[in-house]
C-alpha cells in the first residue's frame, strides 16, 4: 500500500509537472514568425541604477516588445527575438549622455511602430542637443513614407506629431494615417493638487488663460493644448471614474477588447475618413462638462484609434500612450500568457496594467497576426547594353523615345507638363516640403493623361521622394521626369569658359545627378536635407538650359574664338562655334558623371529658344549672323554615348507673332523636325497665358491644336509650359513695377503674361470680407470695400440701379495722398471731395472702363500724382514699343462675367453690383505692404535706368456718381460731402504669408482630351 501511494504522488507529482511545462513546451514547439519590424521610440526618462550610474526607462516600449516576444515574432537578420533596449531606433546612451541613434535600414520593413518622437522637447539642461533627438527628422519621415507606399503595415501613437517635429514631418505623418492633428491632448489625475503628476506646460496655460496660478485639486481630466485649457472635475464636468475606450460594437469578437477605463495621455485627432474610426474614446459628460467642452467643438466621444486601409497599404494610428506598461515584469514564454494575465488583472484607479491586458494586447495581437512578411519590391529595372555594360531605362529609337518597364522597350510620345520655378508664398526656386502636396498634383497630372513632366531645377528631396513612392503605388500611370539643369549664374561672354564659370556648372549637373541617384545630401535651413529616394529609373533625360540670348552668345563666341572640344562621349564639329564646342564640353561632362558613379546613361539636350535656330532666323525674315545662333547639328556623339542627344525648343505662338509671323507655329516645327539632320525634337515648352482678353477656352483650345501640331510633325512630343500659375514670375515689362521683386510672390498679378501661362489656376479666395462697409442715401442702399492678393474689391448695393438707357454709373478711386490727384469728375463738371487717380466709367452692367489722370498713366511712363482741375483721365493702353503685340490688351477695360472664372472683373446681379480691380492697374507694386508707384523725381520722364521710386498708400478713398449720359449732369453723388459719414479711407492689413485656392482651368478638360487622343503606352 505504501508502494502504491508512494507511486501514485509521483505520477500526481509528474502530470502537475507536464500540465505546468505544457504551455512553455507547447510555446517552445510554436512556429517562429520572421517578421522585420522597426520601432522608433525617443522617449526615454533617464534614471539612477544601484551604483548611481544613468540608465533608460524602457517602459515606454516595453509593452510592444512583450507582446512580440509572446508572438515569437522573431528579427529576421538575426534569427532571435527582439531586444526592448538594442532592436529599436531612437535615442540611447552614450558615456551617461543621450545621443540620436539614427535609422540604418536600408530594406522595406513589414512593420513600421512609431511610439513617441518627444524626446527631450528640445531641453537645452545638457546643453544644445545632437540633431534628431527631439522630434521626427525629414529622414526619418522620408524613409517611413518610402516603406508605407511600397506596402509596409504603419503604426503609431501619440506624441510623434506634435512638438519639437516640424510642421512638414506632422503634416506627412497625418496624411499617412489619415488624421488630422488638432495639437489638443489630455489626461485623466487623480489628484489635480499633485505637483509630480501635472506637468508645468500644463500649469502654465491655465495660469495664462485665467489670470492666476493652479490651485485645483480632487481627479479630474485635462484638456490642454494651443494655448488653450479645459478642465473636467469628476463629479462636476463627468460622472464615472475616468474616460473610456473601447472597439466598435461590430469589432469587439474580432479583436477581443473590451471596453475599458483609461487613465494615460490621449489626444484629439480628427480623421480623413470618419468610417476608418475603429475604437472611440467616450466620456460621461454632466451639462456643465457639455458646456466647458462646446467652445472648443468636442463632444463626449472622440476617436480612439483610426485604421485606414487603402489598397494594399495599411496604418494604424492609436490616439493615446497605448503601450506604455509601467507593471512588474512578466513572463511571456508560455500559451496563454495574455489571456491568464488579462484575467488576473484588477483595475484600480490610475493603474494601467488593466487597460493593457484587457485592451491593448489582445488588439495589437490581432494586428500583428494580420501582418505578413513581404517580398523586397523593385521600384524600376534597368536595360543593360549587351556590348558595353551601360545600363539605360531610356532611349531614343526610330524617331521616339522609348522607356524600358516591366522588362520591356515602350514606345513613348512626350506628352508633358512643366512645372514652373514658383508657388505662391515661396521665393523662386523654393518649394513646400509636404509630399501630399506633390502626389495631388502628380494624380492630376496622370488624370490629365501626361506621361512626363519637367522640372526647371533641382527640386527638394520630397518631390522626388513623392514622385518615386507615386510610380510604385500607380503603376499604370506612371510618370517619367525630364530633369532640367540651369546656370546657376548669367556670366558674361568674356568668363563663359573660365575654369570658375565651368567648374560652377559642373558642380551643378553632378549635385543634379547624385540627387536623382538618391546619393546626394544639401544644407537645408535647420537641417540636412538627404536625397535618398533613387528616381533614375523614371528620368526620361537630361536638359541642359544656359538661356542665353542670341547677342550675349554672338559676344562670348567673339570672346573665345577658337575653342574646340573633343571628349569622350560629345565632341564639336568643324564648323563649330566655340558655344557649341563649350555646350558639347558640358555635355560629356554630364554624361561622365552619371556612367563613372552609375553606370548609367539618359538621353541629353541642349534648351533652345527659337532666335537661336537658324531654321527660326531665316523663317522669320530675321537678321542674324551664325555666331548668334545654335546648331546643334555641331555637336557630335561618339560610340560610347549609347542614350543620345536630342533638341529641346521653346516655343510660345505669343512670341512668334511678335516677330509679325502670327500663326505659323506648326509650320516653323514643321521645318524644324526637317531640316534637322542629325538629332530629333522636342518642344520642350508651349504654353498660352490666360491674359490679355484670352479666356481659359482660348487658352485649352489653342493647346490643344498645338498638341496635334506636334504630333503631326514627327516632334518627339511636347510639354505644356506651365502646370501652375507663378506668383513672382514678371515679364520683361512689368518686372520694373514688381517692387520689392523678393515679395513679388506673395500677390498676383492678374494681368503679367509670366503669372498666367498655368493649367492650375492659382488664386486668392472668392470670398473676400468686405472691411470697410458704408451706408449710403438715396439710390446707394450701402458700398463696402475689400483687398486680397490679387484684387481691388468694391461692391455696391443698390435701392434703385441707374437707367442704363439714360444714366451711366462712375467711381472714382484715390489711391494715395488726399491732397494730390484730379478733383473734377470731368471737365467743367462737379468737384469731387478728394483728388483722384483713377476713374471708373460703367456705361452698361457689361461695361468698364478704367481711365487714370496723365500723370499717373505708367504706360506712358509717367508715375506720379499732383493737384490737376482739368477733369481729363486718358485709358490705360499699352506703348507699342513695350511688347504689344496682335494679343495686346487695352488694360483700361474690365471684363464682366462670373467671379467663378479667374478673367473678369464686373458683374452685376440683381441689385449687387461687384468690381474687382487687378492691383497692377491701380500702380501697386506691392499691395501686400500698401506699396504703390511714387515717384515725383523723375516727373514723367520714361526710359530712365533708375529704379521707380515707391511709398505706402495712406489709403484709398472710393466715390460713387451716377450721371446723365447726354447732359453730363451729376444726379447723384456719394459721399455728400468731405464732412459726411461717407468720407472714409480704405486700408487692410499687410500680409506675409498670402492666402490663396488652387483650381483647374477649363483648358485642363481640353489637354485631357488631347492628350487621350494621342494616348501611347
Do not use: C
Request: charged share 20%; proline share 5%; no cysteine.
Amino acid at each position: 500500500m505504501k508502494n502504491r501511494a508512494f507511486k501514485l504522488r509521483y505520477i500526481l507529482l509528474a502530470v502537475l509537472v507536464i500540465l505546468v511545462l505544457t504551455p512553455f513546451v507547447w510555446w517552445l514547439l510554436k512556429p517562429t514568425k520572421a517578421l522585420d519590424v522597426v520601432v522608433v521610440n525617443k522617449t526615454f526618462p533617464i534614471l539612477q541604477d544601484s551604483k548611481d550610474k544613468p540608465q533608460l526607462d524602457y517602459s515606454k516600449q516595453r509593452g510592444l516588445y512583450w507582446v512580440l516576444n509572446h508572438q515569437r515574432i522573431d528579427n529576421p537578420k538575426t534569427g532571435k527575438a527582439y531586444s526592448m533596449d538594442t532592436d529599436y531606433s531612437g535615442n540611447a546612451l552614450s558615456n551617461g549622455k543621450l545621443v540620436h541613434k539614427p535609422l540604418q535600414i536600408n530594406n522595406v520593413p513589414d512593420m513600421i511602430y512609431l511610439l513617441d518622437a518627444y524626446g527631450t522637447g528640445g531641453s537645452r539642461e545638457s546643453g544644445v542637443e545632437e540633431p534628431g533627438i527631439s522630434g521626427l527628422t525629414r529622414d526619418e519621415i522620408a524613409w517611413v513614407s518610402n516603406s508605407y507606399a511600397r506596402g509596409t503595415t504603419l503604426l503609431g501613437e501619440y506624441n510623434i506629431a506634435g512638438e519639437p517635429t516640424s510642421d512638414a514631418v506632422s503634416q506627412e505623418l497625418g496624411r499617412l494615417f489619415g488624421v488630422s492633428f488638432t495639437g489638443m491632448a489630455g489626461k485623466f489625475f487623480s489628484d489635480l493638487s499633485s505637483e509630480i503628476d501635472v506637468p508645468d506646460w500644463i500649469r502654465n496655460i491655465y495660469q495664462k488663460q485665467y489670470g492666476k496660478a493652479w490651485s485645483l485639486s480632487g481627479a479630474g481630466i485635462v484638456i490642454a493644448g494651443n494655448d488653450q485649457i479645459v478642465i473636467l472635475q469628476r463629479d462636476i464636468g463627468f460622472t464615472g471614474s475616468s474616460l473610456q475606450v473601447g472597439m466598435n460594437e461590430d469589432l469587439n469578437g474580432k479583436y477581443e477588447s473590451e471596453a475599458v477605463n483609461y487613465y494615460n495621455w490621449f489626444e484629439i485627432v480628427e480623421p480623413d475618413a470618419p468610417e476608418d474610426v475603429i475604437a472611440w474614446y467616450s466620456l460621461d459628460l454632466t451639462e456643465e462638462g457639455k458646456k466647458q467642452l462646446e467652445p472648443y467643438g468636442l463632444k463626449g466621444t472622440f476617436p480612439a484609434i483610426v485604421d485606414r486601409r487603402e489598397g494594399a497599404q495599411r496604418s494604424v494610428y492609436m490616439a493615446g500612450d497605448f503601450s506604455d506598461y509601467r507593471g512588474p515584469d512578466k513572463l511571456h514564454g508560455f500559451i496563454g500568457a495574455a489571456p491568464l494575465y488579462k484575467l488576473f488583472s484588477i483595475e484600480s484607479e490610475g493603474d494601467l496594467g488593466y487597460f493593457y491586458w484587457r485592451f491593448y494586447v489582445p488588439f495589437i495581437t490581432n494586428v500583428m497576426e494580420e501582418i505578413e512578411a513581404q517580398e523586397e519590391p523593385q521600384s524600376f529595372v534597368v536595360k543593360a547594353d549587351e556590348a558595353s555594360g551601360v545600363k539605360l531605362v531610356s532611349a531614343i529609337e526610330e524617331g521616339q523615345f522609348s522607356v524600358y518597364r516591366n522588362g520591356v522597350w515602350e514606345k513613348r510620345h512626350i506628352q508633358g507638363v512643366n512645372l514652373g520655378s514658383g508657388i505662391p508664398g515661396y521665393a523662386p526656386g523654393t518649394f513646400p516640403e509636404d509630399a501630399a502636396f506633390y502626389t495631388e498634383w502628380f494624380q492630376q497630372m496622370a488624370d490629365m493623361n501626361a506621361n512626363t513632366l519637367r522640372v526647371k531645377d533641382l527640386m527638394p528631396p520630397v518631390f522626388y521622394r513623392a514622385l518615386d513612392n507615386f510610380n510604385v503605388s500607380h503603376p499604370d500611370q506612371m510618370l517619367s521626369l525630364i530633369q532640367n539643369i540651369s546656370l546657376a549664374s548669367d556670366p558674361a561672354p568674356q568668363d563663359v569658359l573660365s575654369k570658375e564659370e565651368q567648374g560652377a556648372f559642373q558642380q551643378i549637373m553632378e549635385n543634379t545627378v547624385h540627387a536623382l541617384h538618391g546619393n546626394h545630401e544639401s544644407s537645408g535651413s535647420n537641417e540636412t536635407e538627404r536625397y535618398s529616394n533613387d528616381v533614375s529609373g523614371y528620368v526620361l533625360a537630361y536638359t541642359l538650359e544656359p538661356a542665353w540670348s542670341k547677342s550675349s552668345v554672338a559676344a562670348a563666341n567673339t570672346a573665345h574664338a577658337g575653342y574646340t572640344y573633343e571628349g569622350d562621349f560629345m565632341y564639336s564639329t568643324d564648323g563649330a562655334t566655340p558655344i557649341e564646342a563649350w555646350l558639347a564640353s558640358m555635355l560629356d561632362k554630364l554624361a561622365g558623371v552619371e556612367l563613372q558613379q552609375y553606370g548609367m546613361q539618359h538621353p541629353l539636350a541642349v534648351v533652345l529658344n527659337p532666335e537661336l535656330d537658324p531654321v527660326y532666323v531665316r523663317k522669320a525674315g530675321l537678321t542674324s549672323t551664325p555666331d548668334g545662333q545654335v546648331e546643334l547639328d555641331h555637336i557630335g556623339t561618339t560610340a560610347q554615348f549609347k542614350a543620345q542627344l536630342f533638341g529641346a525648343y521653346n516655343i510660345y505662338p505669343s512670341k512668334l507673332e511678335e516677330d509679325g509671323k502670327a500663326g505659323f507655329f506648326a509650320g516653323y516645327l514643321n521645318d524644324l523636325v526637317k531640316e534637322e539632320d542629325r538629332y530629333h525634337i522636342l518642344v520642350n515648352e508651349f504654353g498660352i497665358p490666360t491674359t490679355n482678353g484670352i479666356t481659359e477656352e482660348d487658352q485649352g483650345r489653342e493647346l490643344a491644336d498645338m498638341i496635334q501640331s506636334i504630333q503631326d510633325s514627327g516632334a518627339l512630343g511636347g510639354l505644356v509650359y506651365e502646370w501652375a500659375d507663378e506668383w513672382g514670375s514678371s515679364s520683361p515689362d512689368t518686372a520694373p513695377y514688381m517692387i520689392p521683386k523678393k515679395r513679388g510672390a506673395l500677390w498676383h498679378n492678374t494681368d503679367d503674361p509670366a503669372q498666367n501661362y498655368g493649367i492650375v489656376a492659382m488664386e486668392s479666395d472668392r470670398n473676400v470680407p468686405l472691411t470697410l462697409n458704408l451706408k449710403g442715401s438715396g439710390p446707394l442702399d450701402s458700398i463696402g470695400m475689400g483687398a486680397d492678393e490679387s484684387y481691388f474689391h468694391i461692391q455696391a448695393q443698390f435701392k434703385q440701379l441707374p437707367d442704363w438707357d439714360k444714366q451711366q454709373l462712375m467711381m472714382y478711386i484715390d489711391t494715395i495722398d488726399r491732397k494730390k490727384g484730379e478733383y473734377m469728375l470731368e471737365p467743367n463738371v462737379n468737384e469731387n471731395w478728394s483728388g483722384t487717380e483713377f476713374k471708373l466709367v460703367i456705361p452698361q452692367p457689361d461695361q468698364a472702363e478704367l481711365l487714370v489722370i496723365p500723370t499717373y498713366n505708367k504706360s506712358r511712363g509717367t508715375y506720379f500724382t499732383k493737384v490737376t482741375t482739368d477733369g481729363i483721365f486718358e485709358r490705360l493702353s499699352p506703348l507699342p514699343d513695350q511688347g504689344a503685340s496682335a494679343r495686346a490688351k487695352d488694360l483700361s477695360v474690365l471684363t464682366a462675367g462670373s467671379f467663378e472664372r479667374g478673367d473678369t472683373h464686373l458683374n452685376l446681379q440683381e441689385n449687387t453690383l461687384k468690381v474687382r480691380i487687378p492691383w497692377a492697374r491701380l500702380n501697386f507694386t506691392d499691395p501686400s505692404s500698401l506699396l504703390v508707384i511714387s515717384d515725383e523725381q523723375q516727373q514723367g520722364v520714361p526710359g530712365s535706368d533708375e529704379a521707380i521710386s515707391v511709398k505706402m498708400t495712406d489709403g484709398m478713398v472710393v466715390s460713387l456718381v451716377v450721371m446723365d449720359k447726354q447732359t453730363r449732369k451729376v444726379e447723384y453723388q456719394f459721399p455728400e460731402s468731405v464732412t459726411s459719414q461717407g468720407y472714409r479711407t480704405f486700408t487692410w492689413k499687410t500680409w506675409d504669408v498670402p492666402q490663396y485656392t488652387a483650381r483647374s482651368k477649363s483648358s485642363y478638360e481640353w489637354i485631357r482630351e488631347a492628350y487621350q487622343d494621342e494616348l501611347s503606352p
